[in-house]
């Protein structure tokens, strides 16, 4: 099996309390787990997602998927290259002219990447198409679109077990779902998750992370809430930014637009709507995905922090 040891990682991240007005005046308390410390390049839940498909993969060519500005194609490539495992990453949509610096870093880091239509991703999943790029680049491991596998579920259950406090709920973004699935499988009966798509029309969610946890006792201890996807995948607004800066400003962390950015907003927003009871503990679990940051800001030609 693969050891962390190679790679310099902070594990188990750091957790602490976050201090805010709000927070007091509604008797709540909030950790925030810090998994966006773990490694600068492989940070967050793709650390604890790759952990053991790197170990499945037993030295073998890895292929994934995975957007343009996708954390986990970053990740992936980051770890193979720490590794020496040949990686390929299937991207979506036409080769751009000019590679956003996702790419460019997946690229330097050793990741062959093959660019496909947008329709045929969505044959990613099929029978036909595994066949095919088994057969084209020599029977690699496959890793799914952000690790969504029972290797991915078993890495993010993990966290839980790095969690000393006492809690009621813990938060964070889904993309895939992975991550809240694993998480799901990891928490105790008398806690629950909760979910925060980023992306539009999400409600397909709810069956793929059952799917996910279908071999396993299902627990009904999570929930999704779709209200803040902010008009879709990687799309921001005036108020988002402003309340990343805010945050940033007072508390001197980081999120990203995409991902943790969203899911933080809506902590907050549901705290201010009462949604939690008072003396509820609160774990916001910030999954990493910064280098996503960049990306964002040469999209939309803004500054996202000082």
């Known amino acids: 099996m693969l050891m962390s040891g190679k790679i310099d990682l902070q594990l188990p991240s750091p957790i602490h309390e976050l201090i805010d007005d709000l927070f007091t005046k509604k008797k709540i308390k909030v950790l925030i787990k810090r998994d966006d410390l773990i490694h600068e390049d492989i940070s967050g839940n793709k650390w604890r997602k790759l952990k053991y498909n790197l170990a499945a993969a037993k030295g073998n060519s890895i292929l994934t998927f995975g957007g343009a500005f996708s954390n986990h194609i970053a990740a992936s490539a980051a770890a193979c290259n720490f590794y020496n495992i040949k990686c390929i990453g299937i991207i979506r949509g036409e080769k751009p002219k000019n590679m956003n610096n996702t790419l460019l870093f997946a690229e330097r880091s050793g990741m062959q990447l093959e660019f496909i239509s947008r329709q045929e991703y969505k044959t990613k999943n099929s029978p036909e198409f595994l066949e095919k790029v088994q057969r084209k680049y020599g029977n690699p491991f496959i890793i799914p679109e952000g690790g969504a596998n029972q290797n991915g579920l078993l890495g993010c259950a993990e966290l839980i077990e790095e969690i000393s406090e006492d809690f009621d709920y813990l938060i964070t973004a889904v993309g895939t779902g992975a991550t809240i699935a694993g998480i799901s499988l990891g928490l ?115 500054k996202l922090f000082p």
């Open 188 to 302: 105790k009966s008398n806690k629950k998750a909760i979910g925060i798509p980023v992306l539009k029309g999400a409600e397909y969610l709810n069956g793929e992370i059952e799917d996910l946890i279908k071999s396993n006792e299902y627990k009904d201890n999570y929930s999704l809430i779709h209200d803040y996807h902010f008009g879709g995948y990687a799309k921001i607004t005036n108020g988002l930014i402003q309340f990343m800066n805010d945050f940033y400003s007072k508390h001197h962390i980081k999120t990203d637009p995409v991902y943790s950015g969203k899911s933080l907003f809506a902590l907050y927003d549901l705290i201010k709507k009462d949604y939690f009871a008072p003396n509820s503990t609160i774990v916001y679990y910030h999954c990493g995905g910064l280098q996503g940051i960049e990306g964002i800001e040469n999209r939309y030609a803004i």
